[in-house]
């Protein structure tokens, strides 16, 4: 029995980054951020390798996120990239497009839903926001086309014609919307089926744990 004992213990003992991720994690799911924070910090200091370390900054960033620091989540989604786990990856590009929902910055939230469903065409949760994105009201879009008009016309200089030189942030614009027109218009003969009470689903974050 003390051999058993004795054995369950260092088992324990050896192995302190699962220890500290499934603390962070239990933090977390508790609302108490700020110390799954501190937990996942431990835990870095134990990581066997670079890999679990860029996995870690997963968990980091929705963490981030959850206290509303939303440029720092966004950092650590990017370094979650290094991974090289696509599971990882495209959690980390669906978080990184739901971060910028949150800040109402629809191009680059499309961009990420976008690269999520390049590593898996058939990842629901970003085809639901790609469609929301695109379910914009009408008078939300003329407000945008009118705050953009109106910061070019500050910021940028025209030539004689009476376009901006520098302008390029239109033909994005529409680049992206036809990457997400033709993606939405594939999914026609397999509509993403929407859970009752989600909503568009853009407040809820994957997790990798």
């Keep these: ?42 835990a870095e200091k134990y990581a066997p390798d670079e890999k679990k370390k860029n996995i870690l900054e997963f968990n980091k960033g929705n963490a981030e996120f959850r206290m509303d620091n939303n440029e720092s989540a966004l950092g650590r989604y990017r370094n979650s990239m290094n991974s090289g786990d696509p599971e990882v990856q495209k959690k980390a590009l669906y978080n990184a497009g739901t971060t910028y929902m949150k800040m109402g ?26 469609e929301y994105l695109l379910k914009e009201k009408p008078q939300d879009k003329q407000q945008q086309n009118s705050d953009s008009q109106n910061s070019s016309n500050s910021q940028q200089k025209k030539d004689g014609s009476g376009q901006n030189k520098n302008d ?33 689903g853009k407040r809820f974050l994957e997790k990798y744990w």
């Design 1 to 42: 029995m003390i051999i058993i004992f004795s054995l369950s213990v260092f088992t324990a003992w050896i192995d302190p980054f699962d220890d500290k991720v499934s603390e962070g994690n239990r933090n977390y799911n508790d609302g108490k951020f700020s110390e799954a924070m501190t937990s996942y910090r431990e």
């Design 105 to 130: 910055k629809k191009k680059e939230a499309a961009e990420n839903f976008i690269k999520a469903l390049q590593i898996d065409p058939g990842y629901e949760k970003a085809k639901r926001n790609l």
């Design 168 to 200: 390029t942030g239109k033909g994005d614009v529409k680049k992206n919307s036809a990457q997400v027109k033709n993606l939405l218009e594939s999914m026609k003969n397999k509509p993403v089926r929407r859970q009752k009470g989600n909503g568009n």
